[in-house]
């Protein structure tokens, strides 16, 4: 994966550890989640064979997750955004500064 991917989905992944509903999902769809939205977000394949050899997850498995994600980075508080700002910083990227697909997209 190249460096902006990985750290869209840190940045993607990060923001989870502040969202309760988000507790249900494992760790691990919770990760492919993020690699799909990242992968989507750069116009790339959104996922490939790869991915579910070593993931060992569908696509169609993870786009629920990647759903909720979506809907609750959107309704993030303002008051929560350390991450935005540690995102927002040259050595991670900027990769905050970009915008994420919508739910429908996914």
Known sequence: ADKTIVQLSCYILDG?????KLLGFLPSELASAAVLIARKT????PWS???LKYAQ???EDIV???RAILEEKAA???ELNAVIRKYSRSV????ANIDLPS????
């Open 64 to 66: 629920p997750v990647a």
């Open 16 to 20: 989870t550890l502040q969202c309760y």
């Open 49 to 51: 064979p790869t991915l």
């Open 92 to 95: 991670y990227g900027c990769v």
């Open 42 to 45: 750069l116009g790339r394949n």
């Open 103 to 106: 739910v429908n997209d996914l």
């Open 57 to 59: 997850y569908r696509e």
């Open 76 to 78: 993030v508080s303002s």
